[in-house]
């Protein structure tokens, strides 16, 4: 869908990419804990967050997420890794059945979490909406290419069995 030079790594400037890099690496604890207290404390996100799940597994892995895909050098150094990664995380989203709705909010949720540890800089904060938003949406490809692929599944095992 993006062309190599419309791909928010390439669009922005360099000394932009790498002081939000540096800036959200430099911070990502504190955008990690207000991201999750966000959706801690909304009854339709929380339902699918506990805090020892919290606590074992999705800081930590979104911690790494935050530092992969801030990370121009890494991303452009293996495009595809990213695309694959971005894949896998819409496709778990996917199987435990969290609602697109959900993801679009928490995706207003980050860019507001990220905002607040920016300078108040026009061009970086675009920056993170659209690197934000590039991998939000890749991910979102995977996640409804797994709900049609289960779909006609599903279709196809009732079709067997009625048959």
Same mark, same amino acid.
């Given at each position: ?73 890494? @991303?452009?150094?293996?495009? *595809?890794?990213? &695309? ?6 819409? +496709? ?5 059945? =969290? ?36 991998? @939000?949406?890749?991910?979102? *490809?995977?996640? &409804? ?6 779909? +006609? ?5 009732? =079709?067997?069995?009625?048959?």
């Amino acid at each position: 869908m993006y062309t190599e030079k419309e791909l928010p790594y390439n669009f922005y400037d360099s000394f932009i990419t790498q002081e939000t890099f540096k800036l959200v690496h430099e911070n990502k604890s504190k955008i990690v804990k207000a991201f999750y207290g966000y959706l801690l404390g909304n009854n339709k996100t929380s339902e699918f967050l506990t805090h020892s799940e919290l606590e074992s597994r999705l800081k930590s892995s979104f911690d790494s997420w935050l530092d992969y895909t801030f990370d121009r050098q890494r @991303v452009m150094g293996d495009p *595809q890794a990213f &695309l694959d990664y971005q894949d896998n995380i819409g +496709r778990v989203h996917s199987r435990i059945n =969290i609602g697109l709705f959900l993801i679009d909010y928490a995706k207003v949720v980050l860019k507001r979490c990220v905002y607040r540890v920016i300078p108040d800089n026009k061009e970086m904060a675009c920056y993170v909406s659209d690197v934000i938003d590039y991998a @939000v949406d890749t991910f979102n *490809q995977s996640y &409804l290419n797994e709900v049609l692929e289960n779909t +006609r599944h599903r279709q196809s095992l009732r =079709i067997v069995a009625s048959g």
